[in-house]
Nanobody
Framework: QVQLVESGGGLVQPGGSLRLSCAAS????????MGWYRQAPGKQRELVAT???????NYADSVKGRFTISRDNAKNTVYLQMNSLKPEDTAVYYC???????????????WGKGTLVTVSS
């Protein structure tokens, strides 16, 4: 089975930095899109950043200039470098991937279990 495993969450002070990682494993043929979503307490899940196979990135307005998404295609891993963190960045961050499994004809969406990021002094 394909699975996404996030790591790197934790407690950080305002203005600090954190790097999240998400590794996709299993019987994977190709990965079209990888990205990060987050859900803060009392709010809906929202897109944070995505990166497609060609390298094009997309960011939510609230994180532009502070967060950087990147990927290592050889390792099927996506990263989210978070700088200048603010209390409002506190949320559970979920890794997402649209990928194709070996021997399958269609792409499918997969989600990680999430990693908690808490920005507080």
């Amino acid at each position: 089975q394909v699975q996404l495993v996030e790591s790197g969450g934790g407690l950080v002070q305002p203005g600090g930095s954190l790097r999240l990682s998400c590794a996709a494993s299993g019987s994977i043929f190709s990965i079209n899109v990888m990205g990060w979503y987050r859900q803060a307490p009392g709010k809906q899940r929202e897109l944070v950043a995505t990166i497609i196979s060609g390298g094009t990135t997309n960011y939510a307005d609230s994180v532009k200039g502070r967060f950087t998404i990147s990927r290592d295609n050889a390792k099927n891993t996506v990263y989210l470098q978070m700088n200048s963190l603010k209390p409002e960045d506190t949320a559970v961050y979920y890794c997402h991937s649209q990928l194709r499994r070996r021997s399958w004809l269609n792409d499918m969406d997969y989600w990680g279990k999430g990693t908690l990021v808490t920005v507080s002094s």
